[in-house]
């Protein structure tokens, strides 16, 4: 019995080392053998198909040029990335360029090792989708790339639309609208009524921008660094008395885990949900993925009764340049995350991830392609993100603790939805908030 | 005491193995479900496994992961067991001044566990060193910097399988065991070693060692499935997947793709589980000698 | 009796076996360990590298002002939370150690299944946690559907989720409880408890009066061990089945998620958001303060109560 337990472990010891021997150090195999200037790139989409596209790119951008030699890595989540970045940067080898999401940018920019790629040389910036750049816009100059873009669109199981006596095409604009049409499914029992999204404090922001309410104060943190956060305004509280109604009327269903992306689309999925909000880049899988079981819709996001739609907070990721390298990396830096998403690029990048394509002349020529005409569920997208106004609150918030926000948010809404008061809970989320904000900012 | 066991003591027991074993037998069965069947109720065994085990072991990187924990584990438990075994022969079988201040220092590490210092621990591992020697010396010779305010340098071991290799390799607990099972040898042997001619390392290596095999394999087993647990200190101070452990890993595989892969992720469990479990099917007849023989005598 | 063993004696050879445990030992446990608590005077924040000294202030944060009411609900939590993981882990494995420690048919067999979970990682209890009581795929969650109609939200109601995590944590706790339990239950001489039979004891008064105060060196072992699980370890399960959520029921538990303990709460303070180092690390010190405490009472304990020759 032992002789054959010890040679059970040496038998799953060696298999273990020889099969996965052939993955060893595949990162950072840079072919610098010649002299051309490196340049890493460090991201945050670690999944076989998005880094395997940015590879492509990373291979075809190589054997365009002698210049320039380009390596790719993907260092986690976007806050490993950016820490990773940060801590290499202390190290003396930083990367060139680094990949942070929206809610980093302030952290990244105060965080002073990088510096706006607008300041390298002179390169066109009128190209890229105006509410996009926008976002990466601080103080004045172009601070980084965007590179993925996405905004959250309404799901909707049409069949079930259908069976509550609804239009095929109906889209529900507003909250009420949205409660209304299922309550009215629940009389005529459809199963599955109710409105599944993720909780996540993503939604809660892009509510304030549509309503063009600034979820910080000084004027979004683009003016001055923020010093309040905005928790109690009007825009606020109709979002919180709409997560009330939904908790009291039991018409939200999600898993109960913040920021539990694929659990809300399991639901919507799974036929277990009428309405669905999620990222407008899931459109590819979830429509992929229903394909069979039912007939999915997709419209414009709901927002609260009476308001101008003042369109969506771009989300997603943008790239940035560290500025600790020579005025070679620099250039060869910028080059690269102008290639990266250059028309074509993005017209590919899209069709791949459902991400945005952030150019206009990108947007122009999948016009041209038919591609919208085929598709009109990524023209909705397209069409929340065309037609939001460029104003600081569409520009989305700038602030040290953006990210603790969200979980100070997420927890507040989760109050709400088991019954709490809307007020009370988002007066306490708003002086925590502030009190993080005020720690954060006191580092200066 | 031969009372014959009532009926009611099986039911027990029966019962209790039922809720302990049903959680793993699950996650077996799940394992080798496919993709239809896996999310309903059904536990009929499928024939999915390896196609499963394909997937996690080279799509989702659990082969890297289990070859990273079992480098560290492997690593980490070895040193812990000769550095503990060299200490403590020193504790026992030296005398010399200070020896219970330093037992005392030892021991008294037990009280800090590695979470409990993550956040010094982090910044002293992952922060760069001095870029040169002169800087290293200055800042340690400078009391108030070197003690009284944050770490400045580190080691530089961000990211990498060293980071969670050596700042284990000591261990109190192994001190603390075979200083117990030292004592409870009989004096005389020493001293007839010594009498012998052989000098200390030579007692130690050929007397010492082969009279601890059990409480070397306890120590082996306690300290092995502790490294293959670990999880909070990777998780923060490992970033690249390609150097991530199986516990750490287990978590990416859930977040990998589009919806939770439920077969697969239940296939990585069921692995992951493996070496822990060879490891204790192996030592653990030593485990209760040692056990038993450092509690008893 | 202490010394006695020494019978070697050098001023170089010792120091060259005792100086990698000791060099180790200073570099990496008692020196990060000082540089934690000093780190709680200070105002770092791990993206922008800053250090001000900032005395008290993180400290007051703890007790007073709009962040203490989360961190005390946080404390009391970690107290509820080790009382219950250390109260039904312990006593279970006593009691099932004690059952199949019996002389009955296929004990061998029993012993097997119950240790076994010696070898599962906390990880790995949660994972399988995780799918068995997903509220929509979950096989526990269709049962109760087929049996009593109702699909009870275990994740994300506070309660539930609560009693979730110390479930999953007594199931990965049992096989290392009672592997140890079975090891000094089979160390007892079987002399007192004949001599209590004999005497006409009841089953549980030899069980009370000979037994228990034989295992006590090993549940004052245990106790310290599972109390540090509790505190420590218990963070794996939390981050893979709960991420600490969901919030708690007002007035007392609403402040922060239900399944945060002290060590989950440093971790997402200190690497979570925006990375407050030093708020982190004061909370820390609490926290060591409390193990301190624990370490110094089983020291106590272990040398009054529980006597070892060795």
Same mark, same amino acid.
């Given at each position: 019995?032992?002789?054959?337990?010890?040679?059970?472990?040496?038998?799953?010891?060696?298999?273990?080392?020889?099969?996965?021997?052939?993955?060893?150090?595949?990162?950072?195999?840079?072919?610098?053998?010649?002299?051309?200037?490196?340049?890493?790139?460090?991201?945050?989409?670690?999944?076989?198909?998005?880094?395997?596209?940015?590879?492509d790119r990373v291979d075809e951008f190589n054997a365009s040029q002698d210049t320039y030699v380009v390596t790719q890595e993907a260092k986690g989540s976007y806050r490993d990335t950016l820490q990773?970045?940060?801590?290499?940067?202390?190290?003396?080898?930083?990367?060139?360029?680094?990949?942070?999401?929206?809610?980093?940018?302030?952290?990244?920019?105060?965080?002073?090792?990088?510096?706006?790629?607008?300041?390298?040389?002179?390169?066109?910036?009128?190209?890229?989708?105006?509410?996009?750049? !926008?976002?990466?816009?601080?103080?004045?100059?172009?601070?980084?790339?965007?590179?993925?873009?996405?905004?959250?669109?309404?799901?909707? !199981?049409?069949?079930?639309?259908?069976?509550?006596?609804?239009?095929?095409?109906?889209?529900?604009?507003?909250?009420?609208?949205?409660?209304?049409?299922?309550?009215?499914?629940?009389?005529?029992?459809?199963?599955?009524?109710?409105?599944?999204?993720?909780?996540?404090?993503?939604?809660?922001?892009?509510?304030?921008?549509?309503?063009?309410?600034?979820?910080?104060?000084?004027?979004?943190?683009?003016?001055?660094?923020?010093?309040?956060?905005?928790?109690?305004?009007?825009?606020?509280?109709?979002?919180? !008395?709409?997560?009330?109604?939904?908790?009291?009327?039991?018409?939200?269903?999600?898993?109960?885990?913040?920021?539990?992306?694929?659990?809300?689309?399991?639901?919507?999925?799974?036929?277990?949900?009428?309405?669905?909000?999620?990222?407008?880049?899931?459109?590819?899988?979830?429509?992929?993925?229903?394909?069979?079981?039912?007939?999915?819709?997709?419209?414009?996001?709901?927002?609260?009764?009476?308001?101008?739609?003042?369109?969506?907070?771009?989300?997603?990721?943008?790239?940035?340049?560290?500025? !600790?390298?020579?005025?070679?990396?620099?250039?060869?830096?910028?080059?690269?995350?102008?290639?990266?998403?250059?028309?074509?690029?993005?017209?590919?990048?899209?069709?791949?991830?459902?991400?945005?394509?952030?150019?206009?002349?990108?947007?122009?020529?999948?016009?041209?392609?038919?591609?919208?005409?085929?598709?009109?569920?990524?023209?909705?997208?397209?069409?929340?993100?065309?037609?939001?106004?460029?104003?600081?609150?569409?520009?989305?918030?700038?602030?040290?603790?953006?990210?603790?926000?969200?979980?100070?948010?997420?927890?507040?809404?989760?109050?709400?939805?088991?019954?709490?008061?809307?007020?009370?809970?988002?007066?306490?989320?708003?002086?925590?908030?502030?009190?993080?904000?005020?720690?954060?900012?006191?580092?200066? | 005491?031969?009372?014959?066991?009532?009926?009611?003591?099986?039911?027990?027991?029966?019962?209790?193995?039922?809720?302990?074993?049903?959680?793993?037998?699950?996650? *077996?069965?799940?394992?080798?479900?496919?993709?239809?069947?896996?999310?309903?109720?059904?536990?009929?065994?499928?024939?999915?496994?390896?196609?499963?085990?394909?997937?996690?072991?080279?799509?989702?990187?659990?082969?890297?992961?289990?070859?990273?924990? &079992?480098?560290?584990?492997?690593?980490?438990?070895?040193?812990?067991?000769?550095?503990? &075994? *060299?200490?403590?022969?020193?504790?026992?079988?030296?005398?010399?001044?200070?020896?219970?201040?330093?037992?005392?220092?030892?021991?008294?590490?037990?009280?800090?566990?590695?979470?409990?210092?993550? &956040?010094?621990?982090?910044?002293?591992?992952?922060?760069?060193?001095?870029?040169?020697?002169?800087?290293?010396?200055?800042?340690?010779?400078?009391?108030?910097?070197?003690?009284?305010?944050?770490?400045?340098?580190?080691?530089?071991?961000?990211?990498?399988?060293?980071?969670?290799?050596?700042?284990?390799?000591?261990?109190?607990?192994?001190?603390? &065991?075979?200083?117990?099972?030292?004592?409870?040898?009989?004096?005389?042997?020493?001293?007839?070693?010594?009498?012998?001619?052989?000098?200390?390392?030579?007692?130690?290596?050929?007397?010492?060692?082969?009279?601890?095999?059990?409480?070397?394999?306890?120590?082996?087993?306690?300290?092995?499935?502790?490294?293959?647990?670990?999880?909070?200190?990777?998780?923060?101070?490992?970033?690249?997947?390609?150097?991530?452990?199986?516990?750490?890993?287990?978590?990416?595989?859930?977040?990998?793709?589009?919806?939770?892969?439920?077969?697969?992720?239940?296939?990585?469990?069921?692995?992951?589980?493996?070496?822990?479990?060879?490891?204790?099917?192996?030592?653990?007849?030593?485990?209760?000698?040692?056990?038993?023989?450092?509690?008893?005598? | 009796?202490?010394?006695?063993?020494?019978?070697? /004696?050098?001023?170089?050879?010792?120091?060259?076996?005792?100086?990698?445990?000791?060099?180790?030992?200073?570099?990496?446990?008692?020196?990060?360990?000082?540089?934690?608590?000093?780190?709680?005077?200070? /105002?770092?924040?791990?993206?922008?590298?800053?250090?001000?000294?900032?005395?008290?202030?993180?400290?007051?944060?703890?007790?007073?002002?709009?962040?203490?009411?989360? $961190?005390?609900?946080? @404390?009391?939590?970690?107290?509820?939370?080790?009382?219950?993981?250390?109260? $039904?882990?312990?006593?279970?494995?006593? $009691?099932?150690?004690?059952?199949?420690?019996?002389?009955?048919?296929?004990?061998?067999?029993?012993?097997?299944?119950?240790?076994?979970?010696?070898?599962?990682?906390?990880?790995?209890?949660?994972?399988?946690?995780?799918?068995?009581?997903?509220?929509?795929?979950?096989?526990?969650?269709?049962?109760?559907?087929?049996?009593?109609? @109702?699909?009870?939200?275990?994740?994300?109601?506070?309660?539930?989720?609560?009693?979730?995590v110390v479930a999953a944590s007594v199931w990965k706790n049992i096989g290392y409880n009672i592997v140890f339990y079975l090891a000094s239950l089979q160390s007892i001489p079987k002399t007192p408890?004949?001599?209590?039979?004999?005497?006409?004891?009841?089953?549980?008064?030899?069980?009370?009066?000979? @037994?228990?105060?034989?295992?006590?060196?090993?549940?004052?072992?245990?106790?310290?061990?599972?109390?540090?699980?509790?505190?420590?370890?218990?963070?794996?399960?939390?981050?893979?089945?709960?991420?600490?959520?969901?919030?708690?029921?007002?007035?007392?538990?609403?402040?922060?998620?239900?399944?945060?303990?002290?060590?989950?709460?440093?971790?997402?303070?200190?690497?979570?958001?925006?990375?407050?180092?030093?708020?982190?690390?004061?909370?820390?010190?609490?926290?060591?303060?409390?193990?301190?405490?624990?370490?110094?009472?089983?020291?106590?304990?272990?040398?009054? /109560?529980?006597?070892?020759?060795?």
């Amino acid at each position: 019995m032992k002789k054959l337990l010890l040679v059970l472990t040496i038998v799953f010891c060696s298999l273990a080392v020889v099969s996965a021997n052939g993955t060893t150090e595949e990162s950072a195999v840079a072919a610098a053998a010649d002299d051309r200037i490196e340049i890493t790139f460090w991201h945050a989409l670690g999944d076989a198909a998005r880094s395997g596209w940015i590879q492509d790119r990373v291979d075809e951008f190589n054997a365009s040029q002698d210049t320039y030699v380009v390596t790719q890595e993907a260092k986690g989540s976007y806050r490993d990335t950016l820490q990773a970045a940060i801590l290499a940067d202390k190290q003396g080898n930083p990367p060139s360029l680094v990949h942070v999401f929206e809610v980093g940018s302030q952290l990244a920019y105060d965080s002073g090792i990088f510096m706006p790629i607008g300041d390298i040389g002179n390169f066109d910036t009128d190209d890229y989708i105006a509410p996009v750049l !926008n976002y990466y816009t601080i103080d004045g100059k172009v601070n980084s790339i965007p590179f993925n873009s996405s905004s959250p669109v309404l799901y909707i !199981n049409t069949d079930k639309l259908v069976e509550a006596g609804f239009p095929a095409d109906y889209v529900p604009d507003t909250f009420d609208d949205m409660i209304g049409a299922i309550e009215t499914a629940r009389e005529r029992n459809v199963e599955g009524a109710n409105i599944s999204f993720a909780l996540h404090a993503w939604y809660f922001e892009q509510w304030m921008a549509e309503q063009g309410a600034m979820l910080v104060n000084n004027d979004n943190g683009r003016e001055a660094r923020a010093t309040e956060v905005n928790l109690t305004s009007d825009a606020a509280v109709k979002i919180g !008395n709409f997560m009330k109604e939904l908790g009291e009327k039991d018409i939200y269903s999600y898993t109960g885990r913040f920021e539990d992306w694929d659990g809300s689309d399991a639901i919507f999925k799974g036929g277990q949900s009428m309405f669905h909000i999620t990222s407008t880049a899931d459109l590819g899988n979830i429509a992929k993925a229903v394909e069979g079981s039912f007939t999915m819709g997709v419209g414009k996001l709901p927002i609260p009764a009476g308001e101008m739609r003042n369109g969506t907070v771009i989300g997603g990721g943008s790239i940035w340049v560290t500025k !600790n390298q020579s005025e070679a990396q620099l250039e060869g830096a910028r080059d690269f995350a102008l290639f990266l998403t250059n028309t074509d690029n993005m017209i590919s990048w899209h069709k791949l991830t459902g991400y945005y394509p952030v150019r206009n002349s990108s947007v122009d020529k999948l016009r041209e392609e038919g591609w919208f005409t085929g598709d009109a569920k990524q023209l909705v997208a397209f069409n929340q993100l065309l037609t939001t106004i460029s104003n600081s609150a569409t520009a989305g918030a700038l602030g040290g603790t953006l990210l603790d926000n969200r979980t100070i948010i997420e927890q507040a809404m989760q109050k709400i939805l088991q019954g709490g008061d809307v007020m009370s809970a988002l007066q306490e989320a708003k002086d925590i908030a502030d009190a993080k904000l005020a720690e954060y900012n006191a580092n200066f | 005491m031969n009372r014959k066991e009532p009926v009611w003591v099986h039911i027990i027991l029966i019962t209790a193995s039922f809720f302990i074993c049903f959680p793993l037998i699950f996650a *077996l069965i799940k394992s080798t479900q496919q993709l239809s069947v896996v999310t309903s109720a059904s536990l009929i065994p499928g024939k999915e496994f390896f196609n499963n085990f394909k997937v996690v072991w080279n799509d989702y990187n659990l082969g890297r992961y289990i070859r990273n924990s &079992l480098w560290i584990s492997v690593w980490v438990a070895s040193g812990k067991i000769v550095l503990s &075994l *060299l200490a403590s022969h020193a504790l026992v079988f030296y005398r010399f001044r200070g020896k219970s201040l330093i037992f005392g220092f030892i021991v008294i590490t037990l009280m800090f566990p590695t979470e409990i210092l993550i &956040l010094g621990l982090f910044e002293l591992v992952s922060n760069q060193g001095a870029s040169s020697l002169v800087q290293l010396i200055q800042w340690m010779f400078n009391p108030v910097e070197f003690f009284f305010a944050p770490t400045k340098y580190g080691f530089g071991w961000g990211d990498s399988t060293i980071g969670i290799i050596v700042p284990f390799l000591a261990s109190a607990t192994g001190v603390f &065991l075979f200083r117990q099972h030292f004592l409870s040898i009989p004096k005389a042997l020493a001293d007839s070693a010594r009498i012998d001619g052989a000098n200390s390392f030579q007692f130690l290596t050929r007397i010492i060692i082969p009279m601890s095999k059990n409480t070397i394999g306890a120590l082996a087993l306690i300290q092995f499935v502790y490294v293959w647990d670990q999880y909070i200190w990777p998780r923060i101070i490992i970033r690249r997947s390609a150097n991530q452990v199986v516990q750490v890993g287990l978590n990416m595989i859930v977040a990998t793709g589009e919806s939770v892969q439920w077969g697969q992720v239940m296939c990585a469990t069921v692995i992951a589980i493996v070496p822990p479990l060879l490891v204790f099917a192996l030592l653990y007849r030593a485990f209760m000698n040692g056990y038993a023989l450092s509690s008893d005598k | 009796m202490k010394d006695d063993h020494g019978v070697f /004696r050098s001023r170089f050879t010792v120091w060259l076996y005792l100086s990698p445990t000791i060099l180790i030992l200073a570099v990496f446990i008692f020196y990060p360990a000082w540089k934690s608590i000093i780190l709680g005077f200070y /105002r770092s924040n791990l993206f922008l590298g800053t250090r001000t000294f900032i005395g008290l202030e993180n400290f007051r944060n703890l007790f007073t002002g709009i962040l203490s009411p989360g $961190f005390i609900q946080v @404390m009391v939590q970690t107290v509820l939370f080790s009382t219950l993981v250390v109260l $039904f882990g312990l006593s279970f494995s006593l $009691f099932l150690a004690v059952q199949a420690n019996k002389n009955v048919k296929g004990a061998k067999v029993y012993r097997m299944l119950l240790i076994w979970p010696f070898a599962l990682s906390p990880a790995i209890a949660a994972t399988i946690y995780l799918f068995m009581f997903n509220p929509e795929v979950g096989i526990v969650n269709t049962v109760f559907d087929a049996l009593f109609g @109702m699909r009870p939200r275990w994740l994300d109601s506070p309660v539930l989720a609560f009693f979730l995590v110390v479930a999953a944590s007594v199931w990965k706790n049992i096989g290392y409880n009672i592997v140890f339990y079975l090891a000094s239950l089979q160390s007892i001489p079987k002399t007192p408890l004949e001599a209590a039979s004999i005497d006409g004891a009841s089953r549980f008064q030899s069980f009370k009066m000979v @037994m228990f105060p034989l295992l006590s060196p090993t549940t004052f072992f245990l106790l310290f061990t599972n109390l540090t699980f509790s505190f420590f370890d218990s963070f794996a399960i939390i981050d893979v089945l709960t991420k600490g959520g969901p919030i708690g029921p007002a007035p007392f538990f609403d402040n922060e998620g239900i399944t945060t303990t002290l060590m989950y709460k440093v971790y997402l303070d200190g690497f979570g958001g925006s990375s407050n180092m030093g708020f982190a690390a004061s909370e820390a010190l609490v926290m060591m303060s409390i193990v301190a405490i624990f370490t110094f009472l089983q020291f106590r304990f272990l040398a009054k /109560r529980v006597h070892y020759e060795g």
